[in-house]
T-cell receptor
């Protein structure tokens, strides 16, 4: 079974600075997907970024980038130029095939003005 | 409205009662999912469906029943609710990789 570990229950960052949210995973499958989702206080789950296990380059989506280190089974999310609206829970997830998605426990990010 | 919707958004029920949470998507996505979210556990997969009339268990299926007679609907039933099923329930749909989530249903079992 896949296991996802997010070791930072809470993180603080100053507005306009960059922040890295850690995620490690444990899977024996050679093919898998890595995802990050954002959950603001309003409760909805918002997709941020995706990385395939065979992708050679790190995924980027605007201010979000995924630091993928396959050998270390690490998929850290980097948010550049933090904004107050980035304050939220962030969840890392892995997916096997098109169905079996497993989530970490999440990291609560607080952006300070 | 287009997208994925859940109803009700909030529900209070008593132990032992049957309750059904509804999920509807307008994208005709093949895959649909039910998750529960509890503090300290992130989201955990309850059941998923790859197509109409095809369902399978996820990580925490005990105490839940699903059906999928139409592609757009994926109801989740708690046949005899227990207090441990108090949670926020999310439905999601997908066609390939990214999953799109509904707004969630907050269920309280007293």
């Amino acid at each position: 079974a896949q296991k996802i570990t997010q070791t930072q229950p809470g993180m603080f960052v100053q507005e306009k600075e960059a922040v890295t949210l850690d995620c490690t995973y444990d899977t024996s499958d050679p093919s898998y997907g890595l995802f990050w989702y954002k959950q603001p206080s309003s409760g909805e789950m918002i997709f941020l970024i995706y990385q395939g296990s065979y992708d050679q380059q790190n995924a980027t989506e605007g201010r979000y980038s995924l630091n993928f280190q396959k050998a270390r089974k690490s998929a850290n999310l980097v948010i550049s130029a933090s904004q107050l609206g980035d304050s939220a829970m962030y969840f890392c997830a892995t997916q096997k095939g098109n169905n079996d998605m497993r989530f970490g426990a999440g990291t609560r990010l607080t952006v300070k003005p | 409205d287009a997208g994925i919707t859940q109803s009700p958004r909030y529900k209070i029920t008593e132990t032992g009662r049957q309750v059904t949470l509804m999920c509807h998507q307008t994208w005709s996505h093949s895959y649909m999912f039910w998750y529960r979210q509890d503090l300290g556990h992130g989201l955990r997969l309850i059941y998923y469906s790859a197509a109409a009339d095809i369902t399978d268990k996820g990580e925490v299926p005990d105490g839940y029943v699903v059906s999928r007679s139409k592609t757009e609907n994926f109801p989740l039933t708690l046949e005899s609710a227990t207090r441990s099923q108090t949670s926020v329930y999310f439905c999601a749909s997908s066609e390939s990789k990214e999953q799109y989530f509904g707004p969630g249903t907050r269920l309280t079992v007293t």
